[in-house]
């Protein structure tokens, strides 16, 4: 499972931008087209945030839909997976959303 290892390095990253100070809510962007799956990410995020400036804190997770343009016809297509293909039959797609991992927000505690 390589969401512990993605969620140890998010747990990382917020703590270090945190310093000494409680980490209230983390807001997550994960794209359904990343292999990233967010409840995993929800089980391992409370084990990993344990004796850190994160325990406690609230993991918001926002799933990003996969979009794409069509190199082909130039429409937008809704991808539900890597090999979608576009209306027009065609799968020479430019993606431009879905692979995302982006920690959006962070709230701390009131100094």
Known sequence: ???????????????????????????????????IMPDAIRFCFDIVAKDTVLEGAELEIIEIAGQARCNSCGQSVKLETMVTACACGSRDLERFSGEELNIKEMELEAA
């Open 1 to 35: 499972m390589h969401e512990l290892g993605i969620t140890q390095n998010i747990v990382a990253i917020v703590s270090e931008h945190a310093g000494s100070r409680p980490v209230r809510r983390v807001q997550l962007e994960i794209g359904k087209l990343s292999a």
